[in-house]
């Protein structure tokens, strides 16, 4: 989304007998206590030998392994060497030399579970702390992503290292969970309520406050998964958007186009082809292509043409319809492209708790701004927050000379945001880093 220097001698001695490899790597995936009370935790990634480490303040790197098992560290996702250096135990020790302190695995109440969602069967894991008393539990609802959420997100180790369960699941199509790969919201946000259903039911007389917490395209999800389930106590989303996926890609499209150095009158001229682009798009390539060939043949060859990328509208507006019509299988992923969040959100009972990302440029945020604020105005339970100077994910970027930007750490104060207001559905601690709160509920909303 964004240093050891000495190691006691029988800790280096029982590191150096370990070689990593892609096949036992991510045994070492976990939250670990540090001998100076803080928290590192470190998560799988898609590439093998490696894996990716965050701070509770939202510093992170990638470690890569070398064949003596040692670890080197990268900052964010540059690339850039950060001078931090990792070293584990073996895959039962469940020991860490990290930043110059070491540290222990922590142990969680962990239950594996299959279960039913719209047509499906699922996979999916309950991560609780240790303890026999309630405590909140969140489902993380899926974005976009093609892989699996049980075996990948880390939020199932960070979340009940600060006494919060999560229940993790693959989506299906994806892992070890049956069907195919959509990204139909309704279907997802079925199974997403199921989701909530069996974590309340493993969780037993643990489960506490219960809730969502949906990134990306998991912010259309949750809340209507929210509206579809009893006893939710909490919705949070992070870097989602409160219009449509249509509205995205237009939002998207301007954007590119302001970057390159445009202004207002090709902007207007822009939006007349992703209203052409979004009706082909919507009705699967049924209708549209009669208003794209008219703003095909009046802005085609203008220089601002080739500048708009968008979500779809570039692809579409550099393919004719037979071509287009040949990628069509491989591109329908049963996209809820028209899909309108507005209605629920305006409905649901439920707090909600909106973070954006100030220069989004995958979901740019002005619009859902403008509208939390105006639903929280109205008296909707919303809580609404944005964080100067980053990009999808919250994550924080420095910008290179040719305006390339590279993901340097997840701002400061997201996760603590995250995990006070799972708590205890209140935001009383601010500052958060540098966030800037643009609205709460008129009335405080009370833990359960």
Request: hydrophobic share 40%; net charge neutral; charged share 20%.
């Amino acid at each position: 989304m964004t240093l050891v220097r000495t190691l006691p001698v029988l800790l280096a001695t029982l590191l150096a007998s370990h070689i990593a490899s892609a096949a036992d790597v991510n045994c070492h995936a976990g939250a670990y206590r540090l001998d100076d009370g803080a928290l590192v935790d470190v998560a799988p990634v898609s590439e093998p030998n490696q894996l990716r480490w965050r701070l509770i303040d939202g510093r992170t790197g990638l470690l890569t392994a070398d064949a003596d098992g040692q670890w080197s560290s990268t900052l964010g996702w540059t690339g850039r060497p950060d001078g931090v250096r990792v070293r584990f135990g073996d895959c039962t020790s469940g020991r860490i030399s990290f930043d110059g302190h070491n540290g222990s695995k922590l142990v969680f109440d962990i239950v594996p579970t299959t279960f039913q969602g719209n047509g499906v069967t699922l996979r999916g894991r309950l991560v609780l702390p240790q303890g026999s008393g309630p405590v909140p539990v969140t489902v993380a609802v899926h974005g976009s992503e093609h892989y699996s959420g049980v075996d990948r997100y880390h939020l199932q180790n960070l979340l009940p290292a600060n006494g919060i369960g999560v229940f993790v699941y693959d989506k299906r199509g994806t892992g070890g969970s049956s069907g195919k790969y959509t990204q139909d919201f309704a279907l997802l946000s079925d199974d997403a309520k199921a989701a909530l259903d069996e974590a309340r039911r493993l969780a037993g007389k643990r489960a506490g406050r219960m809730g969502f917490f949906g990134g990306s395209q998991g912010g259309w999800v949750a809340p209507l998964a929210a509206s579809k389930a009893s006893g939710v106590d909490f919705v949070a989303v992070g870097y989602g958007l409160a219009e449509s996926p249509l509205a995205e890609d237009r939002e998207q499209v301007m954007l590119d186009l302001r970057t390159a150095g445009y202004g207002d009158d090709v902007l207007s001229k822009a939006r007349e082809v992703t209203d052409a682009t979004g009706v082909i798009v919507a009705t699967r390539g049924a209708r549209g292509w009669e208003q794209m060939d008219v703003v095909r043949a009046k802005y085609g060859r203008e220089p601002w043409w080739t500048a708009m990328k968008g979500e779809f509208t570039g692809l579409v507006a550099q393919h004719t319809r037979v071509e287009l019509a040949k990628l069509q299988q491989e591109m329908e992923l049963g996209t809820s492209w028209d899909y309108d969040p507005m209605p629920v959100l305006r409905s649901l009972s439920t707090p909600q708790l909106w973070m954006l990302g100030a220069d989004d440029r995958e979901a740019p945020p002005e619009e859902t701004r403008k509208r939390l604020v105006a639903l929280a105005g109205e008296g909707r339970p919303i809580s609404a927050v944005v964080f100067p100077g980053t990009d999808h994910g919250i994550i924080e970027f420095d910008t290179d000379a040719q305006g390339e930007r590279h993901s340097t750490r997840i701002a400061d104060g997201y996760f603590r945001m995250q995990i006070e207001w799972i708590k205890t559905g209140r935001l009383a601690h601010a500052p958060y880093g540098n966030a800037q709160i643009l609205a709460t509920p008129k009335a405080p909303v009370a833990a359960r």
